[in-house]
Each structure stands twice: as C-alpha cells, then as structure tokens.
C-alpha cells in the first residue's frame, strides 16, 4: 500500500511557474512508475507525465513537452512536477500516481493521492 500527498499547488499568472511534489508513504516508492494527470471541471482525468521505477525513462503529454519537469527522488520517496510557461489551460487539478508502468493510461495506476489544485490566470 502506498499514500500520497501532493503539495505545492495555487494560483499563479500565465507564464509563471510552479513546482509541485507529490511524497509517498512505505518503503516500496522506488518499486513504482510515477505519474501525474490532470482534471479540469467537468473534463476527464488526463494525463501529464510520467516516470519509470528508476527515472529512467520519462513520457510527457504533448500539451506539456517542453514546459513541464517531472523528476523523482526515492532516496526521499518524493516525485515532483516542475511546471514553466504556465497556459490558462493548465488549470486543472495535479493528482500524482503509483502505477506498474510509466504510461499515460489511467488504469495502470493503482494509487492516487488527492490532488492539489493550480490555478491559472490571465
């Protein structure tokens, strides 16, 4: 079993940045892809990003390549999500995941911590 919190989200304005962490409780954190993914109202969850057991291997949504930041600490059971250029279509809640596989498909996840919410504004 695995818990996560995330923290670091807020209110920020187009073009900014925030960096958001995501820590896990248990002493299996590295035996776990890591993901985030988004909801926005009345939108389905989707995906952001992803990262293998080791870091190794890393998968980004096309609507974040090269603006988004994910990275993972297991030494300290930690994932985090650094967000630059921020787009008004950004806002959404950041849910991370502990999942088999870093892939962006939803059910591959077994744990999900309850979001954080960033705000976006023009």
């Known amino acids: 079993q695995v818990q996560l919190v995330e923290s670091g989200g807020g209110v920020v304005q187009a073009g900014g940045s925030l960096r958001l962490s995501c820590a896990a409780s248990?002493?299996?954190?590295?035996?776990?892809?890591m993901g985030w993914f988004r909801q926005a109202p009345g939108k389905e969850r989707e995906f952001v990003s992803a990262i293998s057991r080791s870091g190794g291997y890393i998968y980004y949504a096309d609507s974040v390549r090269g603006r988004f930041t994910i990275s993972r600490d297991n030494a300290k059971n930690t994932v985090s999500l650094q967000m630059n250029s921020l787009k008004l279509e950004d806002t959404a809640v950041y849910h991370c995941?502990?999942?088999?596989?870093?892939?962006?498909?939803?059910?591959?996840?077994?744990?999900w911590g309850q979001g954080t919410q960033v705000t976006v504004s023009s």
């Open positions: 995941a502990a999942g088999r596989a870093a892939v962006p498909r939803v059910n591959e996840y077994d744990y």
């Open positions: 248990g002493r299996t954190f590295s035996t776990y892809a």
